[in-house]
């Protein structure tokens, strides 16, 4: 038999450290690496699926089935210096630019008026 294991979350980043499916033994485990995206209450579901080799599934069907088994509410806080540095890095360019264009337009406007 086999079981796949998948973790889920559209507010998350997540990083599998093993294959999603595995032989059902003692041994398998399932790793992931999770990194919030958004602040706030966010959802992940853990997906587990099992395939057992040697059946033939009904026409029209993959021989899996999906069953969210597992869905918890995490609640993310963000602290402010990681907010602004993760805005500065990701906006930098816009920044950088709109700050040209009001120097520009502050010159112009100082060179008419004067």
């Not at 980043?13 to 999603?20: K, N, R, T, Y």
């Not at 869905?71 to 907010?83: C, D, F, K, L, P």
């Not at 993760?86 to 004067?114: E, P, Y």
């Amino acid at each position: 038999m086999l079981m796949g294991v998948e973790l889920r979350g559209s507010s998350f980043a997540i990083e599998a450290f093993s294959p999603p499916e595995q032989v059902v033994a003692a041994t398998a485990r399932w790793e992931f690496d999770v990194r919030p995206l958004r602040a706030g209450l966010q959802t992940l579901t853990l997906c587990v699926s099992m395939r057992i080799e040697g059946l033939a599934p009904p026409p029209g069907a993959s021989g899996r089935i999906g069953v969210p088994v597992l869905e918890r509410q995490v609640r993310i806080r963000v602290s402010v210096g990681y907010a602004t540095r993760t805005f500065l890095v990701s906006n930098w360019r816009w920044l950088i630019g709109t700050g040209v264009a009001i120097a520009a337009a502050a010159a112009a406007w100082g060179a008419i008026v004067h």
